[in-house]
């Protein structure tokens, strides 16, 4: 993400508010507003990353520790993580760049594979002897 990001920012940069340039204030040192917008759907997709990658992560290893210990077999917690972070990644770039269909498609794969594993920890925790 900060890959693309970098790429599109230009080599001069400005400390105004987006408004100002916006509005139409001609400075020389002030970044057009695509700019501008790119770097707030970039810090948009990076906010929206750590708030649902938090609550995937929470429950990938709260699975991973309870399927262990009823069966050693991991290859379902392989794939949820490989779907889950294919899916966001696509997601953030996909947000960035302002394709809509494809985002959400991408974060329909990933709310599935986060309802999946949670479905996944219910009955790996109903399963398991106290």
Known sequence: MLI??????RSKSSSQHPVQTRNGNND???????DEDFATRVNGAIINDSEN?????ILYLGT??????????????V???SIYLTARILHSTMYALEFQLPRTMSYLAGLLCTFAI?????????????
């Not at 990658?53 to 992560?57: K, V, W």
């Not at 991973?64 to 917690?77: G, H, L």
């Not at 479905?119 to 398991?128: A, E, G, H, Q």
């Open 28 to 34: 020389t040192n002030s970044t057009g507003p695509d």
């Open 118 to 130: 949670s479905l996944d920890l219910v009955i790996t925790m109903s399963r398991s002897s106290n």
């Open 64 to 77: 991973a520790i309870f399927s262990y210990s009823v069966n050693p077999d991991i290859v379902r917690m």
């Open 53 to 57: 990658d938090t609550y995937f992560l």
């Open 79 to 81: 794939v949820y993580g």
């Open 4 to 9: 693309v990001a970098r790429q599109k920012q």
